[in-house]
């Protein structure tokens, strides 16, 4: 499929797995993506939104004590109109997930959808079960693949290799958001197409004046002169938040004045990380923050630390760049391509030593460190729309 034939107007579909009360990650980075998407190809392309809801199976909700929820048809975030797709998992695909067989109910409902989409000339969806949806209606689709959907789950579980491979082999291509998922999404399944769209920062992430941050800053008692090192993230083994005492505390020998650290997120190693770091004036804990106060806590902070086991392209280390806090990380997966190779480490024996001296050194002025100009939505959105025109 082009777009330059007879009928120029072409209907794409972007579907995506998620919840309304859970608007981070992948949801935030489809509505940026749909957003660009639709003003680079205006008048060329009608696109529409869909989202797969997925409910639990009545045993997996008696055995949680969960309720079924109220979930509207359709919803409008941020301007985007979004048409909801449920589907209650079954108990017999449970079952058969667990003897690695494939979702026969699911793909059954699948099937059943035939007639919405069948107008739509590209589906181009986000992870593996809108790339299942896309391969059983017999589109021509593209997959972009977020994270722990190349990185993680496929080396796990066979089941869910195999399918991922069905789906990276039948897609017309493959978006990956980083060039390292990449290299990891043609190790699964080398006969793939595969691109990289990188994700970028919301535009509400941006450096403000001296003066209005300083102001901000003073709400939260921090002076002009104070350092924050700020940790934004689940608090979890593969984050290895456990690391972030000893790197504050080496970072504060280093650095001559006050470092304050902020940890802003929730998860079940929050509480032995408090234990380790105790909350105080200058070490606060503010758990999980709406989506609207993150701008301004990072344009607040002065060097992020992402010491993550695992990442696809830490969306958080962009939005941190663009409002002028340094991010120094682990050496993983897409994170150099954001934050520069000079500002990861290897997670070994050194790395401790090596985050605290590099944040030191952005602490005192001596690295420069900015976005790079292909991290952004702007950025991806011409490539797409570039992909869809050749």
């Known amino acids: 499929m082009t ?5 120029p107007m072409k209907k ?10 859970s608007r981070y990650g992948v949801f935030n980075a489809v509505i940026n993506r749909v957003k660009h998407l639709r003003e680079a190809m205006a008048g060329e392309a009608i696109i529409d939104v869909w989202m797969l809801y997925l409910d639990h199976n009545r045993l997996s909700r008696l055995i949680h004590g969960e309720r079924s929820a109220d979930v509207a048809a359709t919803a409008v975030i941020d301007g985007i109109e979004i048409n909801v797709l449920r589907h209650r998992l079954s108990v017999t ?3 058969r997930q667990r003897f690695h067989c494939r979702p026969a109910d699911y793909e059954a409902w699948c099937r059943s959808l035939m007639p919405i989409f069948a107008s739509y000339d590209l589906l181009t969806v986000h992870d593996l079960l809108p790339a299942m949806l896309a391969r059983v209606l017999n589109k021509r689709y593209c997959v972009t693949w977020h994270g722990t959907s190349i990185n993680t789950t496929p080396w796990r579980e066979p089941l869910t290799r195999q399918l991922t491979v069905e789906c990276l082999a039948g897609a017309w291509h493959n978006f990956t958001v980083s060039d390292a998922m990449g290299t990891v999404a043609q190790q699964l399944c080398p006969t793939a197409r595969v691109s990289t769209l990188h994700n970028g920062a919301n535009s509400s992430f941006v450096k403000v004046s001296e003066t209005e941050r300083n102001r901000w800053r003073a709400d939260y008692g921090v002076m002009p002169d104070d350092k924050i090192m700020v940790f934004v993230g689940r608090h979890v083994e593969d984050k290895k938040v456990l690391l972030l005492p000893e790197i504050y505390h080496r970072t504060r020998e280093l650095y001559a004045g006050r470092v304050v650290f902020w940890s802003i997120g929730d998860g079940p190693l929050l509480r032995q990380l408090q234990q380790s770091l105790p909350a105080g004036t200058d070490v606060v804990y503010m758990g999980k923050q709406p989506a609207d106060a993150m701008p301004r806590l990072l344009s607040c902070a002065d060097v992020m630390v992402l010491p993550s086991r695992m990442e696809g392209l830490p969306l958080v280390a962009a939005e941190a760049l663009a409002t002028g806090c ?11 391509e954001v934050v520069g190779i000079d500002n990861t480490f290897p997670l070994d024996t050194n790395f401790t030593e090596a985050v605290a001296t590099r944040a030191a050194a952005m602490m005192r002025g001596e690295v420069t460190q900015e976005l790079p100009p292909d991290i952004s939505w702007t950025a991806t959105a011409a490539r797409e729309r570039a992909f869809y025109l050749s």
């Open 12 to 21: 794409i579909g972007v579907v995506f797995e998620d919840r309304f009360d």
């Open 3 to 7: 777009f330059n034939d007879d009928n």
């Open 326 to 336: 340094h991010v120094v990380a682990s050496r993983v997966g897409g994170t150099p």
């Open 93 to 95: 695909d449970a079952v």
